[in-house]
């Protein structure tokens, strides 16, 4: 997955403009304006590494002279400890653009991270984890590339990607079928529906309208693997609601083809990384 860089630009720089209205008052009156320095960041946890290059375009767009040297890439496991960079120039770009980068990489990395996590429990499934529309506004885009950094597959993207019928469509618009039958006469040939279930009577009416996907919410493992029987095949099966890693893998070894789960992304715990400067070199301003 490529990411854009209009779309990096244009969040990092909405990123700073938030962080810095006017002036960085500690930086600016402390740190003169040629000054250079090295610094590095480094795991603080184990885990799953996603969003590098993104944190690093934050120092490039505030002194467009940075070098950097990735010792570590998206995707990579990195232990306690570990440089996972190395960054060199202007040393006020340095400190202002220290925050932006690191919220970026830890919040991308904890993603990648519980995702791996996640993973690791369908070993021997067909299973794969995947991320769901709960996520926070304006980072979308990056959340999903952490997911994939983390081994997951992800979701759509948006409300135009595909039809989902959820239950609010399916009780507002007065049932299953007709909304799915109606559904069916307006969208174009390249749209696939995916509606949302609840009990086996659902399944069976989803099966027969000949819904491609089919969503099980907040489901028994046991009703799960009841449903997938019944399925046989005939639609791909995506289990959400209440999934954790205690239970993950039960429900993978269900029979499901497709694990989303909301709290990767709308609750997921950050990815520990922090970013010394001035350590370890000649490059620290006499106290």
């Known amino acids: ?31 003169p304006e040629t000054h250079e320095s090295t610094a590095f960041m ?3 946890d184990n885990g799953v590494l996603a969003g590098i290059d993104v944190a690093m375009r934050v120092f490039g767009i505030l002194d467009p002279k940075v070098q950097v040297t990735k010792l570590k890439n998206d995707g990579d496991n990195v232990s306690f400890g570990e440089k996972l960079v190395n960054i060199h120039g202007n040393t006020a770009a340095l400190l202002k653009g220290e925050r932006t980068a690191l919220n970026i990489l830890q919040h991308m990395s904890g993603i990648a991270t519980a995702v791996a996590k996640l993973q690791s429990q369908c070993e021997g499934t067909n299973c794969h984890i995947c991320e769901t529309r709960k996520t926070l506004p304006g980072l979308r885009t990056l959340e999903k590339y952490a997911v994939l950094c983390g081994g997951g597959r992800n979701h759509r993207f948006n409300l135009s990607d595909a039809a989902m019928i959820k239950d609010n469509h399916i009780d507002a618009y007065g049932g299953l079928r007709p909304a799915v039958e109606t559904l069916r006469k307006k969208i174009g040939h390249m749209n696939r529906i ?70 990767i992304t709308h609750s997921v715990k950050a990815f520990d990384i922090s970013m010394k400067i001035g350590e370890k070199n000649d490059d620290t301003l006499p106290g």
């Open 1 to 31: 997955m490529k990411l854009l860089n209009s779309y990096i630009d244009d969040l990092i720089n909405r990123a700073l403009l938030e962080d810095i209205i006017y002036i960085d008052i500690a930086t600016d009156y402390l740190i």
């Open 42 to 44: 480094v795991a603080k």
């Open 194 to 263: 995916e509606v949302e279930v609840r009990n086996l009577k659902e399944l069976n009416e989803a099966l027969d309208c000949g819904c491609e996907v089919i969503m099980l919410d907040n489901m028994t493992p046991a009703l799960m693997k009841e449903c997938v029987e019944i399925v046989n095949k005939r639609a791909i099966l995506e289990a959400s609601g209440n999934i954790t890693i205690e239970n993950v893998r039960e429900v993978a070894k269900t029979g499901v083809d497709v694990i989303s789960i909301g709290a």
